[in-house]
């Protein structure tokens, strides 16, 4: 791992940058890159726009590690005024919510509860149809728990998803046992600062991985399981490798779907959905975007390019 990225991921960690740097007007403005504002008004004024794209929206309300239960419960009646307003303005998106934002950490029952209540609401939209539920994946410690919880919301509904990262050496197993269930998963490359025995160490050896998982997850024995598969990547090189495997193999257009960030890759975006595949933009909001923002510019070194215009640029 670079020092750049060390010392992002650091600084996603640091509360005390979070509350100095999150003020600074040239890091507000850089951040407008990837965030289009704090607001459910401005997630939903960004998901209406790119669905008259023929674009898909991934919705997340930022935050993590809530410190107590009146805290997670503000968080899931925020989740449910979100899926409240997606069904009645008709958009073509979907949740995606951290479980400890959800309360893992004070109790994991009460976090199963609260993705529950999440779950059933969107079961009970109309439009649009199938609305999933993701849980994304946190970092290393996290993981198994973040695993059993999807589990076990599965045994009631089979509309919950759940992200893996690629990075980690544990992954390749995970992905058998999803592919077994017939799961919806998300895949993406990974963002955290872990352990060195973990991980994945080199970048191209995290893309073939995600090459493998990613063939895997679109593979035969997936489909006739009903696996859904995101592939978050915004690596252009990395997904026409993986398109052409898929056409090699017959695998129509519309069942291969991309997932990428708002702001990253927007022509890629759309020539991916302009080609028939399925292509989702993961758009954030709220006010705890400061970690968030510094593990996005962790992800691709060229964001730091972006960060220091706008800082000389005044």
């Known amino acids: 791992m670079s020092w750049t990225r060390r010392a992002l991921l650091a600084a996603s960690q640091s509360a005390w940058l979070r509350g100095r740097a999150a003020r600074l007007g040239f890091v507000r403005r850089a951040s407008g890159r990837f965030l289009p504002g704090e607001t459910i008004d401005a997630a939903l004024a960004t998901a209406r726009g790119l669905a008259d794209r023929g674009l898909t929206t991934l919705v997340t309300h ?17 989740y449910l005024e979100l899926l409240d307003r997606i069904q009645a303005a008709q958009l073509p998106a979907e949740i995606s919510v951290k479980l400890t934002h959800l309360g893992l950490d004070l109790d994991s029952e009460l976090c199963l509860a609260n993705l529950r209540r999440l779950i059933e609401r969107a079961l009970a939209a109309t439009a649009p149809a199938n609305q999933t539920v993701w849980i994304d994946m946190e970092q290393s410690p996290y993981a198994e728990a973040t695993l059993q919880l999807h589990r076990r ?46 991980v994945i160490a080199k970048k191209a050896d995290v893309d073939e991985n995600f090459f493998r998982l990613a063939q895997r997850l679109l593979g035969p024995e997936a489909r006739r399981a009903g696996v ?11 997904i026409a490798r993986i398109n052409r495997w898929a056409a090699e193999q017959g695998i129509p257009h519309e069942q291969i779907e991309y997932a990428m960030l708002y702001g990253i ?15 989702c933009v993961l758009v954030s909001y709220g006010t705890y975007w400061f970690p968030w923002y510094m593990r996005r510019l962790a992800e691709r070194p060229a964001n730091i390019l972006f960060l220091a215009r706008n800082l000389f640029g005044g």
């Open 153 to 198: 919301a599965r045994q009631t509904s089979g509309n919950v998803g759940v992200c893996v990262q690629a990075y980690l050496r544990r992954t390749e197993r995970d992905v058998e046992e999803l592919v077994a269930m017939g799961a919806t998963v998300r895949l993406v490359k990974g963002a955290y600062s872990e352990p060195p025995e973990l």
């Open 265 to 279: 890759q927007r022509g890629e975006q759309l020539r991916l959905a302009q080609e028939g595949y399925r292509s």
């Open 228 to 238: 859904r598969a995101a592939l978050a990547t915004h690596d252009r090189k990395l």
């Open 62 to 78: 930022l935050g993590e590690n809530v410190g107590d239960r009146t805290e997670a419960e503000a968080v899931t009646r925020q």
